[in-house]
């Protein structure tokens, strides 16, 4: 099994706007209430080239969501070791200037900042066992995978005196993750890789290690659970003789809407496999009966597995 993450993840990279109605039941366009006073500025998103001083950096995980991270950080300057299971998937940043280390030990023995994108608890444990022993007191591991907070804390129980883990599960697809635009929920203190994470997006800070983790499934599940109900409302619509693109513009005009942007999506890829993860980390929590219905649903076909998320509601 290849530990790298084929996705990830989903909410975001609806940068398809959902569909719009027209006609007469189309909401009326209301100009917002402008704030008086000075205003505030304007966030801005770092760009690689404003970077502070290099780091030594191991990256480790290449998958589809990966690899732009670990790129991002190698255009700012940093000096980036990679470690992939499957090797050929590092190629293009070892040709950019990466070293390729052969192991995950080799990759964070000299590393002052460990990240790892993993495919799911026990990948995550997998390269944990590898990686543990080479870790060096004042090293900040950063673990950008979606494994749930019960993985994350047992990980973070395991450190040598010294190393902080902080978990920083991501929101938002391939694209933002190639621009720096990801929304980043991170448990553990920041402030020591603030100037990393601010090159690969927005942070939200959630308390103490496994927070972040734990925010990452609430919202996750509610992305995958919206998009599940979609595509049942567009069966439903087909079974009632509707068409499509109809049923499409009206979900799209009301409390769906973000759901429906995610299920008519084209430049994103989460699969199904992943969702179906993510969302059986959070039915083992506690007892969700609309979730565990929608993990069935994700399974029902085994030739989406691969596809990303919204092809269930195509």
């Known amino acids: 099994m290849d530990t790298t993450p084929q996705h990830v993840d989903p909410t975001a990279s609806a940068r398809t706007p959902a569909p719009q109605p027209t006609g007469p039941t189309a909401p009326a366009r209301t100009s917002a209430p402008q704030p008086t006073g000075t ?6 998103h770092k760009d690689a080239t404003q970077a502070p001083a290099p780091r030594r950096i191991a990256f480790l995980g290449l ?3 990966g690899l732009p991270m670990a790129r991002r950080l190698l255009d700012a300057g940093h000096q ?9 998937k590092a190629a293009p940043l070892a040709a950019a200037g990466a070293t390729l280390a052969g192991s995950p030990a080799e990759a964070v023995r000299d590393a002052e900042v460990v990240i790892t994108m993993l495919a799911d608890p026990a990948a995550a444990r997998a390269v944990a066992d590898a990686l543990i022993p080479a870790l060096r007191p004042g090293t900040h591991w950063i673990d950008t995978s979606t494994i749930g907070p019960d993985a994350t804390r047992a990980l973070a129980a395991r450190l040598p005196e010294g190393v902080t883990l902080i978990d920083a599960p991501v929101m ?3 694209d933002r993750a190639a621009t720096g635009e990801l929304l980043i929920l991170a448990g553990g203190d920041t402030a ?3 100037d990393l994470l601010g090159l690969l997006g927005t942070v939200t800070a959630c308390g103490g290690p496994g927070d972040g983790a734990a925010l990452k499934l609430v919202l996750i599940n509610a992305v995958v659970g ?3 109900l979609v595509a049942e409302s567009l069966a439903l619509a087909e079974a009632l003789g509707l068409p499509r693109d109809l049923a499409l513009r009206t979900l ?3 409390p769906l809407a973000g759901a429906v942007g995610r299920a008519t999506a084209t430049g994103s890829y989460f699969p199904v496999a992943l969702a179906a993860k993510d969302v059986s980390l959070a ?3 506690t007892k969700l009966p609309l979730l565990e219905a929608v993990h069935r649903f994700l399974l029902e076909d085994p030739s989406l597995l691969a596809e990303d998320l919204a092809a269930v509601a195509r």
């Open 226 to 228: 919206g998009v599940a």
């Open 283 to 285: 039915t083992g929590v």
């Open 63 to 65: 998958g589809s969501m």
């Open 192 to 194: 020591p890789v603030a």
């Open 172 to 174: 938002g697809s391939v």
């Open 39 to 44: 205003p505030a500025p304007a966030p801005q």
């Open 252 to 254: 799209g005009a009301g």
């Open 80 to 88: 980036l070791t990679v470690w992939n299971r499957t090797a050929a």
